[in-house]
């Protein structure tokens, strides 16, 4: 990570993976919030973040080498997921490969990050994003995603490893046979400290107008 506009980003590679259609659980409840279905690799990162509201993207694990977070080059050029080709500034954050540009980050993959069908293995990257960071590439791209607007939201960088281990979980309800071949990588920059509220019972009883009962 070579930015401060990437607070903490985690990677897990994943194997034997079998690159199905998911549960239609998982598929009605995505396309109830308007995300189109595509595999059970892709469908259960995107019903994660339904769940807990952190995004996530798994890599083909053939083309990844080693990730790194920074900024892009001025005026480069990337064309995403959609097939559309994007002008970069030195102002946006990109996910790049052996110093090639694979996604910009919080906002879309590159074409050639994508799930394919004879996918085996994959690298799952859940990180977190400065929200002004992904707001302003967003904006400036004309290119807001589900994964954008949560970013530019502000997310809790904790809640980067519950989101991956949400992930891991469901897809091996789904597919047993799955393995984690690797450690957990966690480059965490900009840490977020636990902090402690004291709450006086008169002050909810003044705001929700009933009393709490005591151990609640």
Excluded: W
């Amino acid at each position: 990570v070579k930015t401060e506009n990437c607070s903490k980003l985690l990677v897990k590679k994943v194997e034997n993976v079998k690159i199905e259609e998911s549960p239609i659980f998982i598929k009605n409840r995505l396309i109830a919030s308007g995300i189109r279905p595509i595999n059970n690799v892709v469908d259960i990162s995107n019903y994660v973040m339904l769940e807990l509201g952190q995004p996530m993207h798994a890599f083909d694990a053939r083309k990844i080498n080693r990730i790194e977070v920074e900024l892009a080059n001025d005026k480069d050029e990337f064309v995403t997921l959609d097939n559309e080709k994007r002008v970069l500034s030195d102002k946006m954050l990109m996910i790049k490969n052996d110093d090639e540009y694979f996604a910009i980050a919080g906002v879309m993959g590159g074409l050639d990050s994508e799930i394919l069908d004879d996918t085996t293995s994959i690298v799952l990257e859940s990180a977190n994003f400065n929200a002004a960071s992904v707001r302003r590439t967003a904006t400036s791209l004309g290119l807001r995603t589900e994964a954008s607007a949560r970013y530019e939201k502000s997310l809790d960088p904790n809640m980067t490893l519950v989101a991956a281990k949400r992930f891991v979980y469901l897809l091996r309800q789904f597919d047993p046979d799955i393995e984690i071949t690797s450690n957990l990588t966690d480059v965490y920059v900009n840490k977020l400290e636990k902090k402690e509220i004291i709450l006086q019972k008169k002050t909810i009883k003044k705001y929700m107008g009933k009393d709490i009962e005591s151990g609640f």
